[in-house]
Structures are given as C-alpha cells and as structure tokens.
C-alpha cells in the first residue's frame, strides 16, 4: 500500500514523539512552541505571522518598560543642602527642668530615585553653645552645645503646585552632647529615631529653599528638637 505523503509526516511525527518537525529559521522558538503544544502543523497555518505577531507584542511590552525605566533614571538625581538649625534641648531631672537652646550647621546629602521618595544623609556641628537655664534662670559659668550629629533618613515628598514641595522625614540620627559648669565638663553620645515635616520652596529647576522642623531626640526625659532653615541645590 503507498502512503500519502502527508501520512509519512503523520508517521514521522508519531515515531519521533518529543520532536517537532520544524527547520531551522529565525521564527524558530515560536513554532517549537506551537507545535509542541498542539503536536501537529496544519496546512496552511502561518507561523511567521503568528510568530511576528508574538515578536511584536514582545518588543511594544519591552519598549514600554524600557521607556518606563529610562524616566524613572532620568527624573532620579543627587542633591544637597546647608543650613542652620536652631535647637531646644530640654530634660527633666527629678521634677528640674534643665534648657538650652545651641545652634547647630549642616549639610544634607540626598539622592532621589523616585519624584516622591528619597534617601538622605545628614551631618552637623555646632556653631553656637547656650547657657543653661536651670528652672527656667540662666546659670552664670554655664553652657551647653551639640558637639556633632549625624544620621540617615528617608524623605517622602509631594508637590503642592509648581513651587511648593511638601516633605517628611523618618530616619535616625547620633549625638554628642557637651554641658559646662564652672571647671567640670560633661559629654554625652547617644541616638534615636529621627523625624521631622517640611516644605521646599522651589526657585528654579536646580535651586530651592526648605524649612524644616525636626524631632532629634526623644529619650529618657530630653528632647531635641529644632527648626531647620537650609538653602539646596540639584546636580
């Protein structure tokens, strides 16, 4: 009995189960994936089309997040700040309050990867030590100054309009304190949570102000907290 030619391929395919009867071209992963699905290659199927059809659905959904990425790296960009900031330090030694109001400088070093979130680093050093008011009198002989901080931040962001920039900040910041009575001198270093609510007033593309007010320390009965007056620049 002669066999048709389209029963030898039917034969051919069954005596080689796991192969799909397919040459070698540029279309070849879509038709080792169609045949293997439906085991057979009818007549008059185009593959090319299909295939084409599946390549360009591929490369829209790639361009797309390429382009989605390459806006995303473009918007993301460093940034820096300087500015002084006023502080009130306060503690509660039994039933005595003890208050100071040093001054501190600092620098704020920022990256954002995204329009609305950004990570900071924060450092500062004191410019201007305070006397010590002891139940609310100044303590001739006196002082009190923020030697050194330092910490790390998370800055959430909105626009308001084209100028106005709503921000917070949640992160962590290290201290060293230093009080002065009379000869005898006393230092301390410790951190906690930092956070603090701002806004940023924009005076170009690359130029802004911001105001700030922060909560530094929260431990123990003393508080550090103080408002944030700082001129930034993008890069």
């Given at each position: 009995?002669?066999?048709?030619?389209?029963?030898?391929?039917?034969?051919?395919?069954?005596?080689?189960?796991?192969?799909?009867?397919?040459?070698?071209?540029?279309?070849?992963?879509?038709?080792?994936?169609?045949?293997?699905?439906?085991?057979?290659?009818?007549?008059?199927?185009?593959?090319?089309?299909?295939?084409?059809?599946?390549?360009?659905?591929?490369?829209?959904?790639?361009?797309?997040?390429?382009?989605?990425?390459?806006?995303?790296?473009?918007?993301?960009?460093?940034?820096?700040?300087?500015?002084?900031?006023?502080?009130?330090?306060?503690?509660?030694?039994?039933?005595?309050?003890?208050?100071?109001?040093?001054?501190?400088?600092?620098?704020?070093?920022?990256?954002?990867?995204?329009?609305?979130?950004?990570?900071?680093?924060?450092?500062?050093?004191?410019?201007?030590?305070?006397?010590?008011?002891?139940?609310?009198?100044?303590?001739?002989?006196?002082?009190?100054?923020?030697?050194r901080a330092y910490g790390v931040f998370i800055k959430p962001k909105i626009m308001l309009t084209p100028e106005w920039e709503?921000?917070?900040?949640?992160?962590?910041?290290?201290?060293?304190?230093?009080?002065?009575?009379?000869?005898?001198?006393?230092?301390?270093?410790?951190?906690?949570?930092?956070?603090?609510?701002?806004?940023?007033?924009?005076?170009?593309?690359?130029?802004?102000?911001?105001?700030?007010?922060?909560?530094?320390?929260?431990?123990?009965?003393?508080?550090?907290?103080?408002?944030?007056?700082?001129?930034?620049?993008?890069?």
């Open positions: 009995m002669v066999m048709t030619r389209e029963k030898l391929d039917i034969q051919r395919q069954a005596n080689h189960k796991y192969q799909c009867p397919v040459r070698q071209r540029t279309d070849l992963a879509c038709k080792l994936s169609y045949l293997c699905t439906t085991g057979r290659l009818n007549r008059g199927t185009s593959l090319r089309c299909f295939n084409k059809k599946g390549i360009r659905m591929k490369i829209k959904q790639t361009c797309l997040a390429v382009l989605v990425l390459s806006a995303t790296v473009a918007q993301a960009q460093w940034y820096g700040e300087i500015g002084a900031t006023p502080l009130s330090v306060k503690a509660n030694v039994d039933g005595n309050t003890i208050k100071a109001n040093p001054t501190m400088l600092g620098l704020v070093i920022g990256y954002e990867f995204h329009p609305n979130l950004a990570l900071e680093g924060m450092a500062a050093t004191n410019v201007d030590s305070d006397v010590i008011r002891f139940n609310g009198t100044d303590v001739p002989g006196t002082s009190l100054k923020v030697n709503l921000f917070g900040r949640v992160g962590w910041v290290e201290n060293k304190t230093t009080g002065q009575v009379g000869s005898y001198s006393i230092t301390d270093k410790d951190h906690d949570v930092a956070y603090g609510l701002g806004l940023n007033y924009h005076f170009s593309k690359t130029s802004y102000g911001a105001l700030s007010y922060n909560n530094f320390y929260d431990k123990d009965g003393v508080k550090t907290r103080g408002a944030m007056l700082s001129v930034g620049m993008k890069f």
